[in-house]
């Protein structure tokens, strides 16, 4: 079994910051991308951020200069540290990860964690 597990979502004031993580724990034989993704109420999920194993990172140019993805190979962790809040970044974030297990590879899913920016 693999989980991955969110935490750090809630509310703050628009320009404030927050910091979201993601552990994966299981039979994890090695991560390839992790990213993080959301999803507003009416709207299709998109890709916020995205980080591969070597450390490159690309981003949504909604949140180029404000958000940054980070990764720890060794903990198999994934943080995004949001600053500068916009109201429009309101949504459920969500962790993924790309794991190989010993079998086989494929794509993982956090629970979701909500991030309400409003004053």
């Given at each position: ?11 703050v ?62 903990k ?14 309101t ?19 956090g ?9």
């Amino acid at each position: 079994q693999v989980q991955l597990v969110e935490s750090g979502g809630g509310l703050v004031q628009p320009v404030g910051s927050l910091r979201l993580s993601c552990a994966a724990s299981g039979s994890i034989f090695s991560i390839h991308a992790m990213a993080w993704y959301r999803q507003a109420p009416g709207k299709q999920r998109e890709l916020v951020a995205a980080i591969t194993s070597g450390g490159t990172t690309n981003y949504v140019d909604s949140v180029k200069g404000r958000f940054t993805i980070s990764r720890d190979n060794a903990k198999n962790t994934v943080s995004l540290h949001m600053n500068s809040l916009k109201p429009e970044d309101t949504a459920v974030y969500y962790c993924n990860a790309r794991i190989q297990r010993m079998a086989f590879t494929r794509d993982y899913w956090g629970q979701g964690t909500q991030v309400t920016v409003s004053s």
